[in-house]
């Protein structure tokens, strides 16, 4: 237990995952936030911070108005991408350890299928935001258009330095199948998937094939955070916040002009950061839930946080060590991958119920205690944060 | 360099949105110059077009010619268009390009060989008028020039 742990999450709540919802993204945000309190034996009246999602355009007033919030103290939105929920959680514990909120409220996930389907996105599908100003005048008119293009820039780039290879993305795919396979919440729960079949699977923008490819789903994720004093009195098996850290590459407008594609580098500073204030090492970590927006992301990121040297990711996937049974398994619940696309906030609902134990049998990571949670969003921008149980 | 070349494409692709930054970098494609933001102060090259420069932190700038020729620093292969103006023409290629000063620069390829795109590969820049942008900046493989690395 590090002594700086102050505060804990204490309740998780999710919408299942779908794909085709009749829900609203803010009614999905609502059911998830309901549920989060009840798991946590709390009620509206006692939240009093809320963090709502870049991604998913809904606002505090939202929250207040629909969930009867009566004395909201604070509420802050991170603008980066994909990192911003796991940026949010730093931010949320950094109000109730300086004393501004009790009790946090953070949502994401959005209609991503039957509303923002990534691959229908054309101009104008995605609200305009200061951070793609660059990219919209100097990469989409060059045809450069969308996410996946630009990652398999710096996918593309590690094969050629390193020899990684296609079926190294596929082997994190396959892992993260076999986790849903276990995991009937996932909406890859009963569909198995072979390397064959990733390597058969269509290229979208080479070397990333579909099967290397997030899901678009609809859902939604909530996580409740309070102090750790105020949580050893709440239902649950408190969830510490043992170490967090964010960290922004540089440029932080694009992936083609990083000097070095090929690192997460947002990542790298994240991750050292929350080792430093966990005061712990990658060797300590028991299972870790990487942020897997595409398959090459994951291989990065396990470069990135230290598991291994940077351009040894492909190597330290092939022998099934990061699947259940092996020395790291990440993505125990199929990740965004395989279970769900909530804009990596179910990567901390997952790690929630492997801490708490409260996971099916057959993927739960025995005695697990140190869980990682890394997230890279908009254009190598990362955060990272790091969990422990206490019993 | 040449005068603006015509492509035929048949939707219009977006057009660049040109800001006070950027206007200067645009005027040059339209007169077939390539040009990049240089401070004038330190003499650093910066592009994408940005108001301060990260090194000396002055405001001042002004448009340095390049050389338009420079290396294939990665790609991708687009199998999927996911905007109309380039569905007519997948598979294309999409490259980064470090120019010899250093400057990264993003282009499409459509009708490059594939195996003409691969990282290192020596490329130039020409201009072309295409539907919806107006005179671009357009790169292509190097004649008569082998890999770099």
Known sequence: MSARARAAIVGTGQTPFTRGTPHSTLELHLMAAVEALADAGLGPADVDGVMPNELAGTVAEDFILNLGIPELAFSSTIRTGGASFASAIQSAALAIEGGIARTVLLVAGRRGYSAQRVSRTSEGAIAPHPVMRHVDEFERPFGNTVAVQWFAHAARRHMHEFGTTSEDFGRIAVACRKHANRNPRALMFEKPMSLEQHQASPLIADPLRLLDCSLESDGATAIVMTSLERARDLRKTPITLLGYGEGHGRPPTSITHKRDMTRIEGLEIAARRAFDRADLRPDDIDCAQIYDGFTWVVLASLEAVGFCQHGEGGAFVRDGRIELGGALPINTSGGLLSEGHCSGANLFSEAVRQLRREVEPSRQVADCEKVLVTAEGDFHEGAAVILGAER | ?149
């Open chain 2, 1 to 149: 360099m040449s005068a603006p070349t015509r492509e035929t494409a048949e939707v219009a692709r977006p057009a660049p949105q040109s800001t006070e930054l950027s206007d200067g970098f645009w005027e040059g494609v339209r007169a077939g110059r390539l040009v990049i933001q240089r401070c004038t102060a330190c003499g650093l090259l910066r592009h994408y077009p940005q108001p301060m420069c990260p090194a000396c932190r002055a405001l001042g700038f002004d448009w340095a010619p390049v050389s338009g020729r420079g290396s294939i620093y990665s790609y991708t292969v687009a199998h999927r268009a996911f905007h109309p103006a380039w569905q007519a023409h997948v598979p294309y290629a999409i490259a980064t390009i470090e120019l010899d000063e250093g400057i990264r620069m993003v282009c499409d390829l459509p009708g490059t060989p594939p195996e003409q795109v691969v990282i290192g590969a020596r490329v130039e820049v020409h201009f072309a008028e295409l539907p919806g942008q107006g005179a671009m900046p357009r790169f292509r493989i190097a004649t008569g020039a082998g890999e770099t690395r």
